[in-house]
């Protein structure tokens, strides 16, 4: 039977833009109650009332910065006052994100360490203070989000294709620790998605970040939170290990079909 999410508490790391605050929504619109984490908390303001709009159950946000372990503390500490115990039933680590296109020789330190900080160490810590709020053998789900970074390196992506790796070989090493305790464990991957991804990358560029999706239909934020939403759902003996969802027009990284006139 399908897994119920009606006044479940979620937690969405990132959830103030792109794929989290999507994702807000949707589980929002399947009646869960929702656990809001990002640095901007004016956005978090914004995809709570979303959610709450869409019929969640409820929609709470409190800062964090998953690139500390003071503030992941802090996040969770306020996490359980608010499930009341092991309540929590889907955790999404989705923070993160690219910063540059640097060639490894042209790297630059913040760069990287932003990149490793946000996509593997602070999905790792996140992961490390939720695990003792989720069930056991209650259908409970982690599900990390990925890229298609983890399985193909491309020029200028060395570190963030790195992290994202990290991220795919952490969740399997995850999904064997946890063997026998019901808890669930995915990635999902997603190819080109146009969201502020870019425009992180990119450092505020827009014209730049526009580029990217000029003249092809890229994913877009909703595809991916209704697979989050989907995966939460299967009934709870099943576990989707691994999705790599991308546009039609991406057949592969750096293969991506765009039509002159748009
Ligand atoms: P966005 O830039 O729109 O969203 C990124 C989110 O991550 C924001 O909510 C941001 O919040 C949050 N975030 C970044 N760093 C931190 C941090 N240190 N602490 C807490 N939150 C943080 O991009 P997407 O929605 O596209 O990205 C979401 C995830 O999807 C990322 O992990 C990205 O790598 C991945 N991805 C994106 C793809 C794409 O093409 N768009 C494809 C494949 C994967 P704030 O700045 O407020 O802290
Ligand atoms: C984002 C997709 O191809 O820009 O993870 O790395 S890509």
Request: glycine share 10%.
């Amino acid at each position: 039977m399908e897994f119920s999410l009606q006044n479940k508490w979620i937690l969405i790391t990132g959830a103030s833009s792109g794929f989290g605050a999507a994702a807000a929504a949707a589980f929002g619109a399947a009646g869960a109650k929702l656990l809001l984490g990002a640095r901007r908390v004016a956005r978090l303001k914004t995809a709570a009332a979303q959610a709450l709009a869409a019929g969640a159950g409820a929609a709470e946000f409190h800062e964090l910065d998953v690139s500390t372990t003071a503030s992941v503390q802090k996040f969770i500490a306020w996490a359980a006052e608010k499930t009341g115990g092991k309540n929590l039933h889907v955790l999404v680590n989705n923070a993160g994100g690219a910063h540059g296109l640097d060639t490894v020789a042209d790297g630059q330190d913040a760069d990287w360490e932003a990149m490793i900080q946000s996509n593997l160490l602070g999905l790792l810590r996140v992961t490390r203070a939720a695990l003792p709020l989720m069930p056991h053998d209650a259908g409970a789900s982690i599900i990390n989000i990925g890229s298609v970074a983890a399985h193909t390196a491309y020029e200028g992506g060395a570190v963030y294709c790195a992290a994202k790796a990290g991220e795919l070989q952490v969740t399997r090493a995850l999904r064997l620790e946890l063997l026998g305790t019901g808890i669930r464990v995915s990635t999902v991957d997603p190819g080109l998605a146009e969201t502020e991804f870019s425009l992180v990358r990119f450092k505020g560029d827009a014209a730049r970040a526009k580029k990217v999706y000029e003249g092809t239909r890229p994913l877009n934020a909703r595809d991916i939170a209704d697979v989050l939403v989907w995966i939460a759902r299967r009934p709870p003996h099943v576990n989707i290990d691994e999705l790599l969802v991308k546009p039609v027009d991406q057949a592969a990284v750096g293969k991506v079909h765009r039509r002159p006139n748009g």
